[in-house]
T-cell receptor, first 116, second 110 residues
């Protein structure tokens, strides 16, 4: 099956700094990538959807200036958490899909962000 | 908005069958999925079913869909300790994003 990787798997940063998380589709071209956030013992919350070469579409309540998403190529999307605060600590999961009507969506292994 | 509900916890004994239930509200759901999440890991697609199907079986996994009641279930036969995880039900309509349930934490007791 299709593989999606994320890097890093875990990151600890200090308050006020920025951290970038990479999401790559390894064996397919991801026309659409999704970024989710998962709080402990909770379900996934969709943060934004990005199509290659265009601006991301953010879900209601997600600050676009705080969570910068770049989808510069068909195999790479990045999420940058700017001026991180402890409340940004969470598990971030990316997902990728090929095509607009395709029902198959593949998830990365997640990145655990801890802001101290 | 559309909603997906699941019971939050399920405990079974090793070797027994597990049945995880899910209900959804979107009558236009086209695809329904079961994902497995182990601690500290991402989501692993277990199986999916199209809305025009009633049942799908894949080795130890059986998915039943009652479209009239908008009810989906996942049965795991001969449950093993390695099946302990959180299981997410998700639905998707054509052209729409996934909607996930809250997840069911399955504990397998020896």
């Amino acid at each position: 099956g299709a593989v999606v990787s994320q890097h890093p798997s875990r990151v600890i940063c200090k308050s006020g700094t920025s951290v970038k998380i990479e999401c790559r589709s390894l064996d397919f071209q991801a026309t659409t990538m999704f970024w989710y956030r998962q709080f402990p013992k909770q379900s996934l919350m969709l943060m934004a959807t990005s199509n290659e070469g265009s601006k991301a579409t953010y879900e209601q309540g997600v600050e676009k200036d705080k969570f910068l998403i770049n989808h510069a190529s068909l195999t790479l999307s990045t999420l940058t958490v700017t001026s991180a605060h402890p409340e940004d600590s969470s598990f971030y999961i990316c997902s990728a899909r090929f095509g607009t009507g395709n029902y198959e969506q593949y998830f990365g292994p997640g990145t655990r962000l801890t802001v101290t | 908005g559309e909603d997906v509900e699941q019971s939050l916890f399920l405990s079974v004994r090793e070797g027994d069958s597990s049945v995880i239930n899910c209900t959804y509200t979107d009558s236009s759901s086209t695809y329904l999925y079961w994902y497995k999440q182990e601690p500290g890991a991402g989501l692993q697609l277990l199986t999916y079913i199209f809305s025009n199907m009633d049942m799908k079986q894949d080795q130890r996994l059986t998915v039943l869909l009652n479209k009239k009641d908008k009810h989906l279930s996942l049965r795991i036969a001969d449950t093993q300790t390695g099946d302990s995880a959180i299981y997410f039900c998700a639905e998707k309509s054509y052209g729409q994003n996934f909607v996930f349930g809250p997840g069911t934490r399955l504990s397998v007791l020896p």
